[in-house]
Every structure is written in C-alpha cells, then in structure tokens.
C-alpha cells in the first residue's frame, strides 16, 4: 500500500459527476496537497490544490466553479468533488503532496498516488 493512495475514478456521462478521494498517510497532514490529472498523449497538469488546513484552496482555470478540493485532516483524506464534468476532463487524476514551492507546477510535489482513472463520455 502506497503512503497516498487514490479512489472514486470511473466512467460518466458529460454533466456527471464524481468525487475522487485521496487517503494518506498520517504524515502528510503538515503538507501542501495537489490534484493533477494526465490525458491520453498530453502532458500532466495541475487541477487543484489546498493548504494544510484546508482553509485556502487553488484551482486550474479549466476547474473553477465545477470542481471542490478539501480535507480533512481527521481522516487524513482528500477529496476532490468534481461536477458538470466534460469529456476533456477524462485522464488519470493523481494525488500529490509537497512541502514547499509553488502548488501550481508538478515539480514542486515530492509524492504521488498511483492514480485513477476518470472517463467523460456520452
């Protein structure tokens, strides 16, 4: 078992919706965590990001007002929930944690999930 693991991919159709989750170690709670997500032939990118409260979350434009990032510490998990999905939203989706640096760029994330797999279509 990995120290970040991910769940809650599938298949749906456009203006579906699911809600990945991110379970981590107990570890990571004083970190940074990150969603990424990678299309078929397409490099990977970033979709959203939060703090180690939870209090201040960072999305990609192409995720503003569809998707949700939280945790909870608690539970040590992270969610993603995402909605109004479209087929561009289809790729594997990776969870990743960081210390320091930027949130926005992938090298600033010192672990990563293996990831799942989300695919939008009708």
């Known amino acids: 078992q990995g120290e970040l693991v991910e769940s809650g991919g599938g298949g749906v159709q456009p203006g579906g919706s699911l809600r990945l989750s991110c379970a981590a170690s107990?570890?990571?709670?004083?970190?940074?965590m990150g969603w990424f997500r990678q299309a078929p032939g397409k490099e990977r990118e970033f979709v959203a990001a939060i703090n180690r409260s939870g209090g201040s979350p960072y999305y990609a434009d192409s995720a503003k007002g569809r998707f949700t990032i939280g945790r909870d510490n608690a539970k040590n998990t992270v969610y993603l929930q995402m909605n109004s999905l479209k087929p561009e939203d289809t790729g594997v989706y990776y969870c990743?944690?960081?210390?320091?640096?930027?949130?926005?760029?992938?090298?600033?994330?010192?672990?990563w999930g293996q990831g799942t797999q989300v695919t939008v279509s009708s």
């Open positions: 107990e570890r990571f709670f004083s970190y940074y």
């Open positions: 990743a944690a960081h210390h320091s640096g930027s949130v926005y760029y992938q090298t600033s994330y010192e672990y």
